[in-house]
């Protein structure tokens, strides 16, 4: 996973703007090194053509993503389309990571457990971890590489930076 070749996500939506939903991005944008592309477009403009045409909005939007993330709740919002979405990821062979409601004021939709990867709370590391390990098969066990910015230390010996107590 690159710049380059960025990890393509969808996230469940309800074709509006929801809380979790938009959290889930400043999430993902918090973490360095993580690169994605959004193929989730909550805005899109359905425009005449009734359920067929948000079905198929649904499949357009989807069907490159290599993994679905739930916050699970937007599911309140509209269930049937929810469900729906998450149908549609099981018909494509997705993998489905839950994200439990935020600060814990929804319960998981039965429909949900059965159907998820996994279920993770809201926690930086650990989503970004599963999304590693779910759409690219990388060891969530690995390390993050932490650079640090040395400059402004020319002079400075080894026992001015590590002191021991």
């Known amino acids: 996973m690159s710049e380059k070749d960025p990890i393509r996500l969808f996230v469940t939506h309800a074709f509006q703007e929801h809380e979790e939903y938009a959290r889930l991005f400043e999430y993902l944008e918090s973490r360095d090194n ?57 018909a494509f062979k997705k993998p489905i990571i839950a994200i439990q409601a935020f600060a814990g004021n929804a319960s998981i939709p039965e429909q949900a457990l059965e159907v998820a990867d996994v279920v993770v709370e809201w ?19 690995q390390l ?20 021991d107590d």
């Open 34 to 90: 993580f690169f994605y592309n959004n193929y989730s477009n909550p805005e899109f403009n359905l425009g005449p053509g009734g359920q067929e045409a948000i079905q198929e909005e649904v499949r357009r939007q989807m069907q490159h993503a290599e993994v679905v993330l739930f916050p699970v709740g937007v599911h309140a919002e509209k269930p049937q389309l929810i469900d729906f979405e998450l149908l549609v990821a099981q």
């Open 123 to 141: 926690d930086c590391r650990v989503i970004i971890d599963n999304i590693r390990q779910l759409a690219r098969g990388i060891d969530k066990n």
């Open 144 to 163: 993050d590489v932490i650079e640090f910015d040395l400059e402004g230390l020319d002079g400075l010996s080894k026992d001015d930076i590590v002191k």
